[in-house]
């Protein structure tokens, strides 16, 4: 009689044996991610931070504004959403009667994390009568106690939105300052929340990298500090960088952004050199999911996205009033026309089995 193999034992033979593990069969994965998604009509959105595997799983690839308008439009029963929690939580908001999965919940965000109910309604105090724009990087409920979202593409325009010359935002103090100098007109009353993974990039690792690159030219995410932003060539917003660079004549650049989307571009505009800082401005909370944990969102309807109902209708309209601020009603977003518009990276990988959008 074979002796049964407690889990504690397997993992501890893994950890102290010597050979080499098998490797993972990744068609195979790809295969039943496949097969899976079409027997339950499930749509897979995946941020372009996300590992390249990952991304090569999903029907679509993009940012936080991407995304939402493709969780706005899609037909699918369920939406598997690869990236943080604050984004499937907007799908859901977009797609209430539908079943969204966030595949590995640890993958949380730590700046929507910064700011509780209870601070922006102190926030508030401090500063009565201005309306809130909130980031979209931010909880439903955070977004229940706001007049408005935004996302980095469109932030300067929802701000300029308002009549009002006082305006809070939150949480984010570096796309906040950049939208301030944006828009002078305007007294912006900003929040101090962060993102770690940006505010990791420092001005001395960019002087480092513009003395090795001397020619590239320097882009960066408004969510880096400003410190850092004023430093670049470029300053836009995930789906601003990705067109800027490929549509770019020239061919070296530093990314101030994170690791994802440098790998994604690396891969996308071969030949182009395009290299970022180090340490690498990694977000550890976009790497959580793996091909494993979507077979087993789908195979189980594991990790459902739900949002209290109390605070629903308030935090959904705050997406549906940013798209109507930026592009028109809910029910006619194409795109098309817009200057907000990305659909996401199209190139095709090497391997001919892996498609970045759509699969």
């Not at 049964?4 to 068609?27: A, F, G, M, W, Y």
Request: glycine share 4%; aromatic share 8%; charged share 25%.
């Amino acid at each position: 009689m074979v002796p049964e193999i407690k889990k504690h034992e397997v993992e501890i033979s893994l950890k102290t044996n010597s050979r080499s593990l098998p490797e993972r069969n990744v068609e195979y994965l790809r295969d039943e991610i496949r097969k899976l998604a079409k027997e339950k009509n499930a749509v897979i959105l995946t941020h372009i931070y996300q590992r390249l595997e990952v991304q090569d799983i999903a029907d679509h690839v993009g940012d936080s504004l991407a995304l939402s308008r493709y969780a706005a439009k899609t037909e699918a029963d369920i939406i598997v959403f690869c990236g943080v929690h604050f984004m499937a939580e907007t799908a859901k908001l977009l797609n209430p009667e539908k079943t969204v999965l966030l595949p590995d919940l640890q993958s949380g965000c730590p700046m929507a994390d910064m700011i509780s109910v209870e601070d922006l309604r102190a926030f508030k105090n401090e500063n009565p009568g201005s309306p809130v724009v909130c980031y979209v990087n931010s909880s439903a409920a955070v977004k229940a106690e706001s007049d408005i979202c935004c996302t980095s593409t469109n932030a300067v325009q929802v701000v300029n939105s308002f009549n009002e010359k006082e305006i809070i935002f939150a949480p984010d103090k570096g796309l906040g300052v950049w939208v301030q100098e944006q828009l002078p007109h305007k007294k912006l009353h900003i929040y101090d929340g962060f993102c770690p993974t940006h505010y990791q990039i420092t001005p001395k690792e960019v002087f480092i990298m513009r003395e090795k690159y001397p020619d590239a030219i320097v882009v960066a995410h408004p969510e880096c500090d400003p410190e850092v932003w004023r430093l670049a060539d470029f300053v836009g917003s995930t789906s601003q960088i990705y067109k800027f660079v490929l549509g770019h004549e020239k061919n070296q650049f530093i990314i101030l952004s994170e690791q994802g989307l440098v790998a994604r571009m690396q891969r996308d505009m071969h030949p182009k050199a395009i290299v970022t800082t180090f340490p690498l401005p990694l977000c550890p909370n976009m790497k959580y999911h793996k091909l494993e944990s979507v077979i087993e969102a789908l195979r189980e309807n594991k990790n459902e996205i739900k949002v209290d109902k109390k605070i629903f209708d308030k935090a959904r309209k705050t997406i549906t009033r940013m798209f109507e601020v930026t592009e028109g009603a809910i029910s006619e977003i194409n795109g098309m026309n817009n200057k907000n518009f990305w659909e996401g990276p199209k190139t095709i990988a090497s391997d001919s089995s892996l498609v970045g959008c759509g699969r």
